[in-house]
């Protein structure tokens, strides 16, 4: 063997060993296992979310279906079962569901309703009845001041749903008296404590002692992101994960006591500003959300015990190669942070994002769920799923 | 990517040799590839409703323009868009509609985002206008005055 060969079998030997490395370092595997398709009525409202949610003996995807105006669980697996269906037309009494509702399902007999702009939250059973209704007030304290009040609306949405535990609502209440178009009102507003907690028998009104993170709060940076990201787990945690900033929150639900966990992607470190001139400015925006780096949510998962951070990664070239086209957000590739309950980082798993979707993942016994956007077709209201098992 | 050069190359001679703005260039191009059309002589408004923006704008301005059906020629008006679906019917049925399949019109490098209105004659972009959040009348405030010859 020549100098030449030997050096090619050298090389070829030090990439086989880095490999080998890298493949024995992943502590967690997605292992693709099958896909599942499910297609909703044309009047569904996915802004009002598509969630799971399981009994001991049945899984199910849920969604608003405006045409019968009822929330509907459809069994995931076991196709036997029919389709629950549970009827808002006496929730639609009180507030129209029609003008945008969430809901989170604590039982099949216990269905929170959350009325959008109207602080009103109503209790429901399987027969759609209403057990109770709770309208709160449209003010609410400064956290650090009795004596002054704002104006908020309690908010909740797919990556921030409304939560409950311990006859307590946790809930996002966002400051709705002032405009967020310049520093001032900014300030202001990252100021404030995002969460609050409401006890559904005093109607008594805290704030989770969980301000913004520290980058957040300088009136000299803006995200453009207004809204924390949360999970809940069993043990009455909620996990707070902001979009621009790698530290998750832990609130104790019990003990009011906040941890923080450093958990951060491989893929980004650093933040970039969005000038608060360019605020309104679609085009700006839709440059600064592609080339940005974002944390899109946290996950738990009851199966397998762990947590999973969406890490949306930054496209260095907004334009493409070919002068007419640019990259859109659906080019943006992504990937899950694993953590373990201990929340310790334990793993990330980059996917690819011309085939899978981040927008919709759901835990089940079978695996993950995860969009699948070649088994996704808009036109008949088919949302596709690939199933990963893992194994760690 | 090589094989895309010479493709650049033929662009930015096209560009030159016509004095042809790079948005024509482009808009061109697309409409070329995508519909096997080229923007016309006569005066033309294309809206494009991309899937990006500001839902409750582009639900906003999509209302306003089919509330305002009557005031408008449509014969000149072709809406271009990927997501048909948010788009009112009576809009759809009233003009001429571009039904991209593929979704290309929201890669295109044109400075379209929310609800986007682009102005061609003479074979040529005019220019590209796109509301923003607090703008919602001003499409149709903008198609009136430049139909009115106001807008230069």
């Not at chain 1, 967690?28 to 099958?34: A, D, G, L, P, T």
């Not at chain 1, 399987?126 to 709160?136: A, D, H, K, M, R």
């Not at chain 1, 947590?307 to 190669?321: C, G, L, Q, S, T």
């Not at chain 1, 899978?356 to 956007?373: D, E």
Request: aromatic share 14%; hydrophobic share 35%; net charge neutral.
């Amino acid at each position: 063997m020549d100098k030449k060969n030997l050096l090619l079998v050298g090389f070829i030997t030090i990439i086989c060993f880095c490999s080998c490395k890298n493949a024995a370092n992943k502590k967690v595997k997605f292992i693709e296992s099958q896909n599942v398709e499910i297609t909703f009525p044309a009047t569904i409202v996915e802004h009002y979310g598509i969630q799971n949610f399981s009994t001991h003996h049945v899984e199910y995807i849920t969604y608003v279906d405006t045409f019968d105006i009822s929330l509907n669980l459809r069994p995931l697996f076991d196709s036997l079962e029919d389709v629950i269906k549970i009827s808002l037309k006496e929730a639609n009494l009180i507030h129209k569901v029609q003008n945008g509702i969430s809901y989170n399902i604590q039982s099949l007999d216990s269905i929170f309703i959350l009325y959008e702009n109207t602080n009103t939250i109503s209790l429901i059973s399987s027969e759609g009845l209403v057990i109770n209704t709770w309208q709160f007030s449209q003010f609410i304290n400064k956290h650090n001041d009795n004596e002054s009040s704002y104006e908020y609306t309690l908010v909740s949405m797919v990556r921030n749903p409304l939560k409950f535990y311990n006859n307590t609502f946790f809930i996002n209440a966002v400051r709705n008296d002032i405009i967020l178009n310049n520093e001032e009102n900014l300030r202001k507003y990252f100021e404030t404590y995002p969460e609050i907690a409401i006890n559904i028998n005093s109607y008594k009104i805290n704030h989770i002692m969980l301000p913004w993170p520290n980058n957040y709060q300088n009136s000299k940076e803006f995200f453009r992101d207004y809204w924390p990201q949360t999970c809940t787990n069993k043990k009455g945690k909620i996990i707070y994960s902001f979009a621009k900033n790698h530290t998750l929150f832990v609130y104790d639900c019990s003990t009011k006591k906040i941890e923080k966990h450093k958990t951060e992607s491989s893929y980004f470190d650093n933040f970039n500003t969005y000038p608060v001139d360019k605020i309104g400015n679609m085009s700006y925006l839709k440059k600064y959300m592609v080339q940005e780096s974002t944390y899109k949510g946290v996950i738990y998962d009851d199966y397998n015990k762990l947590y999973y951070r969406i890490a949306w990664h930054p496209v260095h070239e907004y334009e493409n190669e070919d002068g007419i086209t640019v990259n859109e957000l659906d080019d943006k590739k992504w990937s899950i942070i694993v953590i373990n309950e201990n929340f310790e980082q334990i793993d990330e798993i980059e996917f690819n994002q011309e085939i899978y979707n981040y927008y919709y993942i759901f835990p089940t016994s079978k695996g993950l769920m995860i969009q699948n956007k070649r088994k996704t077709t808009t036109e008949t209201r088919t949302i596709g799923f690939t199933l990963f098992q893992l194994q760690h | 990517m090589p094989a895309l050069k010479p493709y650049i190359l033929i662009l930015i001679f096209l560009a030159c040799t016509s004095k042809k703005s790079t948005e024509t260039v482009i808009f061109n191009t697309y409409l070329e590839k995508t519909f096997h059309q080229k923007i016309p002589s006569k005066t033309q408004y294309y809206l494009i409703v991309p899937k990006f923006g500001c839902s409750g704008c582009i639900y906003k301005s999509l209302l306003l323009l089919n509330d305002s059906l009557n005031k408008i020629d449509l014969k000149k008006f072709t809406i271009i868009s990927s997501i048909p679906e948010i788009i009112p019917k009576n809009l759809i049925d009233n003009t001429s509609f571009l039904y991209d399949k593929q979704g290309v019109i929201d890669k295109i490098n044109l400075n379209i985002s929310n609800v986007t209105f682009i102005v061609t004659s003479n074979e040529n972009v005019e220019y590209i206008y796109n509301s923003e959040l607090e703008h919602e009348n001003i499409l149709l405030k903008m198609y009136k005055n430049h139909a009115l010859g106001k807008v230069e």
